[in-house]
């Protein structure tokens, strides 16, 4: 669906147009403006970074956030297709901070916290790109921590059970938890995450060095060391299409053998830097460490251990290891 021409066809903009009526006539919904709740009357912004994005997928997670009253927040994140350009300039209220480059999630995610801290937002809704999300999810989320924090807790994050779109051959994500009964995870997915700002503030910004994969993983360890927890209110559901889908044939496929290659660099790099910072559990390296060498000997089998992917996987292993973070080496980024 990548590059489909949005605002080309007359039925899907009028079909936009009639659902945008629908989400901003639809009866109110309990947006945070409820005052013995003591929650603020206006919803939280909404934090977005946009790379290559789907234009479809995007009218589909924008127009129910602006239907629920949120201001947009989009980090572009390099060059994006016409449809996309065009949708996101429908939106009057949003703030548009632009990069000619690819500067990976972290900075993107960053950049728009400090926007949001500036304009004195005390919570920030995060979504990725390919979420859809339902009428009314900041609301929810947000009773939820009010709730939490009324109980004493130090909450990092609350954010919802993400959930594959029902039949497009998504994987299920597993949830990493702390303690499933009470809902604490050792870190939340970033779509969906709604964070207090002064939480934000006191932990520190998401490693933007990582670039892309295991922003959230690194952040919610470093939040637990920090005193805070990670909550996923399992209640509450968000369609996110997590990794790349497959055949309804290969449903069980492994996350790994779906990533491109590029991908499965940043996740195997940024595997091994988590497994050096003193921060993080010796519990949870150790679990990282047998789940990645499991993936990395499914992922060589799988490619029949050709040259181009023990590479890789050296490569990986090697600058994670030794902390050389940011952007894939130029030999990686090629072959992919």
Known sequence: MRGYELFHAVPAELGRILLLHRYWNRPAISMLSEQSSGLTTRPPP????????????????????????????????????????????????????????????????????????????????????????????????????????????????????????????????????????????????TSGSLVPIAAWNEIGPFRAEYFIDGIDVEWGLRAFGKGYDSLVASEITLDHRWGEPTAACEARTPQILRYPRLRCFFYIRNSAAMLRLPYVAPVWKLKVSGRLAMQIGLLLFSRRFGWETRQLVWRALRDGWHNRLGAAPAEIAASS
Do not use: C
Not at 154 to 182: F, I, M, S
């Open 46 to 189: 909404v934090a977005v970074v946009l790379y290559k994005p789907d234009a479809a997928l995007l009218d589909r997670l924008l127009v129910p956030l602006t239907g629920d009253g949120h201001r947009l927040m989009i980090f572009v994140n390099g060059p994006i297709d016409e449809a996309s350009e065009r949708l996101i300039a429908t939106f009057e209220n949003a703030l548009i901070i632009r990069s000619a480059e690819n500067q990976g999630l972290g900075f993107g995610l960053n950049r728009l916290v400090e926007a949001a801290r500036d304009e004195g937002a005390s919570q920030i809704l995060l979504m990725d790109q390919d979420s859809t999300p339902q009428p009314g999810l900041a609301a929810r989320l947000a009773g939820v921590l009010a709730s939490r924090q009324a109980q004493g807790r130090r909450l990092a994050v609350v954010g919802p059970r993400l959930v594959p779109p029902h039949g497009e051959n998504y994987r299920r994500l597993r949830y990493a938890w702390r303690d499933k009964a009470e809902g604490t995870v050792y870190f939340t997915p």
